[in-house]
């Protein structure tokens, strides 16, 4: 059984940091892309930064120069430095990865970490 589970989230002010991380446990073969997801209240879901298998990244224009994503494959983890946060960037933040696994291939979904920044 695959799973992710994120940590990291918490109450920031303005201007500060955070780090979020999620790590994929399970019977795991591999995994292509890893990316992070947010929803705030009322809103939709929207991606905020993914990074494929290969490598690449791509970023929310809203978050791009603020956040960073990265991973470290030995460890199934990925990885989100935002700084600079703002109070739109409060949201449930949720992990999201592509894995092949010993019986398919699917989207897994962490169970979201709050980031609540404040003014």
């Known amino acids: 059984q695959v799973q992710l589970v994120e940590s990291g989230g918490g109450l920031v002010q303005a201007g500060g940091s955070l780090r979020l991380s999620c790590a994929a446990s399970?019977?795991?073969?591999?995994?292509?892309?890893m990316g992070w997801y947010r929803q705030a209240p009322g809103k939709q879901r929207e991606l905020v930064a993914a990074?494929?298998?290969?490598?690449?990244?791509n970023y929310a224009d809203s978050v791009k120069g603020r956040f960073t994503i990265s991973r470290d494959n030995a460890k199934n983890t990925v990885y989100l430095q935002m700084n600079s946060l703002i109070p739109e960037d409060t949201a449930v933040y949720y992990c999201?990865?592509?894995?092949?696994?010993?019986?398919?291939?699917?989207?897994?979904w962490g169970q979201g970490t709050q980031v609540t920044v404040s003014s």
């Open positions: 399970g019977r795991i073969f591999s995994i292509n892309t």
């Open positions: 999201n990865a592509d894995i092949v696994s010993s019986l398919y291939r699917r989207d897994y």
């Open positions: 990074s494929t298998g290969g490598g690449s990244t």
